[in-house]
């Protein structure tokens, strides 16, 4: 028995409903949803030849487009990648911009070829809509916002915690000058999806739970974070974890330096991931020398160029010095400023595991 169209968005994005995206590349690239496969009808070229013959002959004049452009061997390849997708993913959905032309054209084909497969009605268009109404509720949540000095292992306390959403995982970025990750960071918009999306299984989880979110700045990155969230955790309590100086070097340590390493060298292999690495630890610290000033700059870029030579003949542990430097006089002081302006917002304060403790009583 066939499954029905469906515009049920709630339950579709609380599932993690597998879904083919038959949008264009380009389309695909300016946003989409977290468990979205892009398995695209025509191609950027394609769409843009068809959407001029729409305006300027009509609806069956670019219908007729598509149907020359995407024919044969063409063809047969798309509905592969369709019914592929879809014995693996039974319970997915195809859907298209407005649920229009190009999804009712997939499921057709998938259907001729054997695969009856169901359709979102309004399309990605109606779904982006639904979820920019959950940001919109974002703001009658209760937060409490995690703060600390760099080196804390905040995300990973937020990871512990199961009322807890991690805005940096979702910008694929660690919030600072050496926060970059392999594999770039989402578009805004999917960035907005992800994150109106996690909201949304908070929310249906524990109603009245309070959320907990790392304390950012705007952006993470490049990726902004969205004004009604941001306006609302400005004005919400603050936790503030505290850890001893050589903990924090130890952290920073394994997570910036051993992590990013392996996470290169898996990417490009030993030899080329680790010039990678090493390259983007120089940037990443060029783009601070102008807050540094230049004999600090100069300071630490002697020490890490020092770290990464011996670090090349196998001896990674003199990253350390340049890692303490930096968090001392660089990271520490900047934080203390900003943390004095919020003071009044501090609710509560600990080590690692005490507020551990203290957020995951927060219901």
């Known amino acids: 028995m066939s499954r029905p169209d469906s515009r049920d968005f709630n339950r579709l994005f609380l599932a993690d409903t597998p879904l083919i995206d038959t949008r264009s590349p380009g389309e695909f690239a300016e946003g989409a949803f977290p468990h979205a496969v892009n398995l695209p009808l025509m191609d950027d070229d394609q769409r843009a030849q068809v959407g001029r013959c729409y305006k300027q002959q009509g609806q069956q004049a670019a ?172 004005r919400a309590p603050l936790a503030v974890v505290e850890m001893p100086l050589a903990e924090r070097v130890e952290h920073t340590f394994h997570n910036y330096i051993l992590r990013n390493l392996a996470d290169w060298q898996a990417h490009a292999g030993d030899i080329a991931g680790f010039a990678a690495f090493a390259e983007e630890l120089r940037q990443n610290l060029a783009t601070l020398q102008r807050r540094l000033g230049g004999h600090r700059h100069s300071q630490l870029l002697t020490e890490m160029n020092t770290a990464l030579a011996a670090h090349a003949r196998g001896n990674p542990e003199a990253h350390r010095s340049w890692i303490e430097l930096l968090l001392r006089d660089y990271y520490d002081p900047m934080y203390a400023y900003q943390l004095g302006l919020k003071a009044e917002r501090v609710v509560f304060r600990g080590s690692y595991a005490e507020v551990a403790a203290y957020l995951g009583s927060a219901r």
Not at 79 to 107: D, M, N
């Open 63 to 234: 219908i007729a487009l598509g149907h020359h452009l995407v024919q044969g061997a063409l063809k047969e390849s798309r509905i592969a990648a369709w019914l592929a997708f879809a014995k693996t993913h039974p319970e997915g959905y195809v859907y298209c911009f407005r649920g229009g032309l190009r999804s009712r054209i997939s499921q057709q084909w998938m259907q001729e070829a054997g695969i009856a497969y169901p359709r979102i009605i309004g399309g990605y268009k109606a779904m982006r809509r639904f979820l920019l109404n959950q940001l919109e509720l974002s703001a009658k949540h209760s937060y409490v916002i995690l703060s600390g000095q760099t080196g804390c292992a905040k995300t990973r306390l937020l990871h512990g915690l199961d009322n807890a959403i991690d805005l940096e995982g979702l910008a694929n970025h660690r919030g600072s000058a050496f926060g970059k990750r392999l594999g770039g960071q989402p578009s805004q918009i999917g960035f907005e999806n992800a994150l109106s999306i996690a909201l949304l299984k908070r929310r249906h989880a524990r109603p009245e739970a309070t959320v907990v979110l790392e304390d950012e700045s705007r952006l993470i990155g490049r990726i902004a974070v969205p004004d009604v969230l941001r306006e609302t955790t400005l």
